[in-house]
């Protein structure tokens, strides 16, 4: 699997970006995504994810009502939308990707669980 991440950029605190992962090599309805972010010196921490069919939906406390993600299959690409963004989300996003269903108790959050992994794409917040 190929995961190819855009849209990063620089925005000031209160603006919106969106961020896309484009994904190749697999059935895209067969993968559970999400996005996750990281800073230096600090290990990546779980934003947002999605099951297969978008139905299922898993977002990290600190971006509770400002992000959403989504997934178009069809397009085999998965969406981060973010508003009202804040300094301290400043950070490499990345998307994940991994194969099967969400846990019984919602999509995976831990790193360890995806097997594929974009390259990452820069989103700076300024103050």
């Known amino acids: 699997v190929q995961l190819q991440a855009s849209g990063g950029g620089l925005v000031q605190a209160g603006g919106s970006l969106r961020l896309s992962c484009a994904a190749s090599g697999r059935t895209f309805s067969h993968l559970m995504m999400g996005w996750f972010r990281q800073t230096p010196g600090k290990e990546r921490e779980f934003v947002a994810a999605?099951?297969?069919?978008?139905?299922?939906?898993n977002y990290a406390d600190s971006v509770k009502g400002r992000f959403t993600i989504s997934r178009d299959n069809a397009k085999n690409t998965v969406y981060l939308q973010m508003t009202s963004l804040k300094p301290e989300d400043t950070g490499v996003y990345y998307c994940?990707?991994?194969?099967?269903?969400?846990?019984?108790?919602?999509?995976?959050?831990?790193?360890?669980?995806?097997?594929?992994w974009g390259q990452g794409t820069q989103v700076t917040v300024s103050s």
């Open positions: 994940g990707a991994r194969v099967g269903y969400c846990s019984q108790y919602g999509c995976y959050a831990g790193p360890d669980n995806y097997a594929y």
């Open positions: 999605i099951s297969l069919n978008g139905a299922t939906t």
